[in-house]
């Protein structure tokens, strides 16, 4: 079982920058990806950006060239920094982590973008 906790979201002007962190405890060593989703209201849940334990990344058109995702080993956390956020990035964010048992997610973070 991996349990996350989210942190990092808030209201943000557009251009401007957030960071999301995701961090896992648990039975970390099942994990094999990395995922960062998130959900607007009336919409469906999107993937993100993905990244490997072997650190391979991968992004949602809508967010590359705005959007890294990457981790830091020594504090078992993965970072999620978006820049030039834009008011269609306003959203609930969930951290995933695709493990060999499952899918496990957290309990989001709310990201507004707004003037």
């Known amino acids: 079982q991996v349990q996350l906790v989210e942190s990092g979201g808030g209201l943000v002007q557009p251009g401007g920058s957030l960071r999301l962190s995701c961090a896992p405890s648990g039975n970390i060593f099942s994990i094999a990806v990395m995922d960062w989703f998130r959900q607007a209201p009336g919409k469906q849940r999107e993937l993100v950006a993905s990244i490997t334990i072997g650190s391979s990344t991968s992004y949602a058109d809508s967010v590359k060239g705005r959007f890294t995702i990457s981790k830091d080993n020594a504090k078992n956390t993965v970072y999620l920094q978006m820049n030039s956020l834009k008011p269609a990035d306003t959203a609930s964010y969930y951290c995933?982590?695709?493990?060999?048992?499952?899918?496990?997610w957290g309990q989001g973070t709310q990201v507004t973008v707004s003037s």
């Open positions: 995933n982590a695709r493990t060999v048992h499952g899918n496990c």
